[in-house]
């Protein structure tokens, strides 16, 4: 895990995903293939779809067509093609990570806690393992010496770095970040940033929705951009930022560069 | 007031106290039972239970303990005085309560419950570790209202016979003609029984203060 995975082993396989809220279609035919070790992220202005598409991987959206694989094994619909009960749907959302623009930590719970609740109460991990593998992580995101804090007492960035051991805590095939700096104050938007990039360095697999360009630019795999829920652009990021195919991109990247 | 007049409104305060105990314990389990019942929406149970609280919420306490207790030998339930009281203050109480509870799920931060889910806890184990703990902190003031209205209702009881902690005071007062020393030692001793509610309820106010995120 801590190599640069260079397999061509399928992390998460989505096919032909299509999503609507209210008769308005959010996702429209959308494929996507990450391998493992691989950093996806997906651009695009807010409203093209980019959110939704994240959280079907994790099955907190529920799509209407398509299929969703991770690991090789298919969430939220079982072997009959049936809604899974939610034991398993939670067996398979375990291999997922996820980071949101909010934090969504729980406030009843001090950090160390945050960390531990799921490695104990879903993988069953004994409380003293649980927590010597918690130390770790916020060695790791630099939030060591918070342990005992509670939520409320820290900095957005300090709570988004919190967000992030807790999803490395249940030791996820893929980290899935929502935004993950969009609801911080600017200058605690680089802290954040730093340990993402510290994870693809290790070669976590992670999807990243993201409005940051230059860091999109640095870390990533692959590049994807998303425009009225159809995925119209995918490329390495040299060729993403430089040579776009489409006039979409590149008046996109010419907005966020003014 | 004489040694034995004490005795008997010591007495008459620890009935108070007990059967407002059971009363209050039974009925914030249930209540939260109910709720978490009501939530599920299960057809007919949920009306049923519609139903329930609505009645119970508007049916005086003197009358459901009267209706209880005259009732129970129809059905041919030979019905102990201090249980029916017991079950009338419990009834009523339920149905607030399951309404306090129902309250607090329903606004439950869905944010957090993502994040639960995101880290492949079930709904039980949700519910249990990160929901009910943060529920009976944020329903507490209102539970603890309601224990308070509970205890200042007791008196209620003594319509089937029961002495409680009011109605001591009119047998003292019967032998010794004196009616307003017991009277206010048993508004002393029923303020001293809120004031440890509300000591509580403050306690749960400063632990409230940290889930402000």
Same mark, same amino acid.
Do not use: F, I, K, V
């Given at each position: 895990m801590f190599e640069k995975n260079t397999s061509e082993q399928t992390a998460v396989s989505i096919r032909h995903l299509s999503k609507s809220f209210d008769g308005v279609e959010v996702l429209r035919d959308v494929d996507l293939e990450v391998r493992e070790g691989d950093v996806v992220t997906i651009l695009g /202005? /807010? &409203? /093209? &779809?980019k959110s939704t598409l994240l959280r079907c991987i994790n099955w907190l959206e529920q799509p209407d067509r398509g299929s969703i694989h991770i690991g090789g094994q298919r969430i939220g619909v079982n072997d009959a093609g049936r809604p899974m009960p939610v034991r398993e749907l939670a067996k398979v959302r375990a291999r997922t990570g996820m980071v949101f623009q909010s934090f969504n $930590?729980? %406030?009843? $719970?001090n950090v160390l806690h945050n960390i531990t609740e799921a490695p104990i109460h879903v993988l069953g991990k004994s409380k003293a393992e649980a927590e010597a593998h918690a130390r770790e992580l916020l060695e790791k995101v630099g939030m060591s010496p918070k342990a005992?804090? +509670? %939520?409320?007492? $820290?900095s957005g960035g300090q709570k988004q770095r919190v967000a992030i051991a807790r999803a490395l805590a249940m030791q996820p095939e893929v980290m899935l970040f929502d935004e993950p700096t969009s609801a911080l104050d600017p200058e605690l938007v680089g802290e954040v940033l730093a340990v993402i990039k510290d994870l693809s360095a290790e070669g976590y697999t992670m999807i990243v929705v993201t409005h940051e360009m230059a860091f999109s630019r640095a870390v990533s795999d692959k590049v994807v951009f998303l425009d009225k829920g159809l995925i119209i652009e995918q490329a390495d990021p040299e060729t993403f930022f430089t040579n776009p195919s489409t006039e979409r991109v590149r008046k996109f990247l010419e907005r966020e560069e003014s | 007031m004489n040694a034995s007049a004490w005795h008997m409104l010591l007495e008459g305060a620890w009935t108070t106290v007990w059967i407002s105990g059971i009363s209050i314990a039974i009925g914030v389990t249930a209540g939260l039972i109910l709720a978490l019942i009501r939530i599920a929406r299960i057809p007919v149970v949920d009306q049923v239970l519609v139903l329930y609280i609505s009645l119970a919420r508007a049916t005086p306490l003197v009358t459901l303990a009267l209706f209880i207790f005259l009732s129970a030998p129809t059905f041919g339930i030979n019905l102990d005085r201090n249980v029916a009281g017991i079950l009338a203050l419990t009834l009523n109480t339920t149905a607030f309560n399951a309404e306090i509870w129902r309250s607090a799920f329903r606004n439950f931060s869905r944010e957090q419950r993502e994040a639960a889910m995101a880290n492949g806890m079930t709904p039980w184990v949700t519910f249990r570790r990160i929901m009910l703990p943060q529920m009976m902190i944020t329903s507490l003031p209102g539970l603890i209202n309601e224990m308070s209205f509970l205890i200042k209702g007791s008196p209620a009881i003594a319509v089937i016979g029961i002495v409680d902690l009011t109605r001591v005071t009119n047998r003292i007062s019967a032998v010794t +003609?004196? %009616? $307003?020393p017991p009277i206010l030692v048993a508004c002393v001793l029923y303020m001293a029984a809120i004031g440890c509610l509300v000591w509580l309820q403050r306690i749960a106010e400063r632990r409230a203060n940290r889930l402000a995120v």
């Open positions: /202005s /807010s &409203g /093209s &779809g $930590l729980w %406030p009843h $719970l005992d804090a +509670y %939520p409320n007492t $820290l | +003609y004196e %009616p $307003l």
